[in-house]
């Protein structure tokens, strides 16, 4: 079998406390997850559920008061965890492309598009300026910009919210990376241009043969956009699958919860389904399931202990409710 274009094992992050006593507690509970060459993947979760540290985690671009306290992270071969800090910018630059929510996040306000596109792919290839500008406006016709050439001389200012974000995709790929990590690439847009957007970016990334990481809150928007879901919770994967098989059969009470909620699963006029209560936060965990709190099928065991990820590399959850039926099977 071929190896993973990254491997996360055994992750754990914490923040440093700003008080002597107060303990670190790990917001980043054991990640382990694999994503492979051209492959789409999505981590789905909701807010503060731990993605956004997962991503920032895997490249070393987080808060200064953020310790990856144990585990590994391995990119084409290469564990990022022990790189010097230039080694991991030029991985950062080259080999893994980023997407933030924020288009200006990616982009240089003081640059025009030309100067940046450029300065990105010059970065990377021993070509001509001349050569270079063709790259950049193919890049740019690739994410539908219209008139490319009069686009190149413009500011992001001068671009809508839509076209910044399509820029930025331009920009990820201009660099011609192995990966591409988006966080939340479209939930500044506006609802019709969120499919349009999130669609390019997929469909770019297959045809560019490029893996992507794809991170969203919103279930409903990678159900076609990706070939893989890693369900999130409270700093663990507690289910992953290929996206259609997931969906279809969810095994986690968190994520049958999740696809209840989709607004396509309840009928017009029906109040739409949430699930009960709020995610624990890092210092409310405890040795046990951190989704009892708020699963209708908690028993004894899922306060006694917390549920493992079975090995493997098929559709799998961590929910003690599964290990009973499953020895009940047996
Ligand atoms: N600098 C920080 N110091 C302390 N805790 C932090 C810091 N940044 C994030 N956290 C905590 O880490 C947890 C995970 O945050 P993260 O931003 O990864 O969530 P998320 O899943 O991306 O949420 P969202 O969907 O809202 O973007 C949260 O509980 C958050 O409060
Ligand atoms: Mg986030």
């Given at each position: 079998m071929t190896s993973p274009l990254l491997k996360v094992t055994d992750l754990h992050v914490n923040f440093i406390s700003r008080w002597p006593n107060e303990p670190n507690i790990?917001?980043?509970?054991?990640v382990c997850f694999e994503l492979y060459r051209g492959e789409r993947v999505a981590l789905v979760g909701e807010s503060g559920a731990g993605k956004s540290l997962l991503a920032t985690s895997i490249i070393q671009?987080?808060?200064?008061?953020?310790?990856?306290?144990q585990g590994q992270v391995t990119f084409e071969g290469q564990q990022l965890t022990q790189l010097k800090p230039k080694q991991l910018r030029q991985i950062r630059g080259r080999r893994i492309g980023m997407v933030f929510q924020d288009p200006m996040t990616n982009l240089n306000p003081s640059l025009t598009l030309e100067q940046q596109l450029l300065e990105c792919i010059l970065s990377h290839r021993s070509i001509s300026r001349a050569e270079a500008r063709l790259v950049a406006l193919h890049k740019l016709r690739q994410v539908h910009i219209p008139a490319p050439e009069a686009r190149l001389?413009?500011?992001?200012?001068?671009?809508?919210a839509g076209q910044r974000q399509r820029a930025t995709i331009a920009m990820a790929l201009a660099l011609e990376p192995a990966l591409i990590i988006a966080d939340e690439?479209?939930?500044?847009?506006?609802v019709t241009m969120q499919a349009e957007v999130m669609s390019l970016l997929t469909h770019l990334c297959h045809s560019n043969g490029v893996a992507l990481l794809l991170i969203t809150h919103d279930l409903s928007l990678v159900a076609h956009a990706s070939d893989r879901c890693l369900i999130m919770y409270a700093g663990q994967i507690v289910e992953q699958g290929p996206t259609s098989v997931l969906i279809n059969d969810a095994q986690h009470p968190y994520t049958q919860g999740l696809i209840k909620a989709l607004p396509q699963m309840s009928s017009p006029g029906q109040t739409l389904f949430q699930i009960p209560g709020q995610m624990p936060v890092a210092q409310e965990l405890g040795n046990h399931c951190a989704f009892a709190t708020r699963c209708e099928f908690a028993h004894d065991r899922c306060w006694q202990q917390t549920p493992t990820m079975p090995t493997g590399n098929g559709h799998r959850a961590s929910c003690h409710l599964l290990t009973a039926a499953q020895a009940g099977d047996e």
């Amino acid at each position: 079998m071929t190896s993973p274009l990254l491997k996360v094992t055994d992750l754990h992050v914490n923040f440093i406390s700003r008080w002597p006593n107060e303990p670190n507690i790990d917001v980043l509970r054991g990640v382990c997850f694999e994503l492979y060459r051209g492959e789409r993947v999505a981590l789905v979760g909701e807010s503060g559920a731990g993605k956004s540290l997962l991503a920032t985690s895997i490249i070393q671009l987080f808060d200064s008061s953020a310790r990856i306290r144990q585990g590994q992270v391995t990119f084409e071969g290469q564990q990022l965890t022990q790189l010097k800090p230039k080694q991991l910018r030029q991985i950062r630059g080259r080999r893994i492309g980023m997407v933030f929510q924020d288009p200006m996040t990616n982009l240089n306000p003081s640059l025009t598009l030309e100067q940046q596109l450029l300065e990105c792919i010059l970065s990377h290839r021993s070509i001509s300026r001349a050569e270079a500008r063709l790259v950049a406006l193919h890049k740019l016709r690739q994410v539908h910009i219209p008139a490319p050439e009069a686009r190149l001389q413009q500011y992001p200012h001068q671009l809508s919210a839509g076209q910044r974000q399509r820029a930025t995709i331009a920009m990820a790929l201009a660099l011609e990376p192995a990966l591409i990590i988006a966080d939340e690439p479209t939930s500044a847009l506006d609802v019709t241009m969120q499919a349009e957007v999130m669609s390019l970016l997929t469909h770019l990334c297959h045809s560019n043969g490029v893996a992507l990481l794809l991170i969203t809150h919103d279930l409903s928007l990678v159900a076609h956009a990706s070939d893989r879901c890693l369900i999130m919770y409270a700093g663990q994967i507690v289910e992953q699958g290929p996206t259609s098989v997931l969906i279809n059969d969810a095994q986690h009470p968190y994520t049958q919860g999740l696809i209840k909620a989709l607004p396509q699963m309840s009928s017009p006029g029906q109040t739409l389904f949430q699930i009960p209560g709020q995610m624990p936060v890092a210092q409310e965990l405890g040795n046990h399931c951190a989704f009892a709190t708020r699963c209708e099928f908690a028993h004894d065991r899922c306060w006694q202990q917390t549920p493992t990820m079975p090995t493997g590399n098929g559709h799998r959850a961590s929910c003690h409710l599964l290990t009973a039926a499953q020895a009940g099977d047996e």
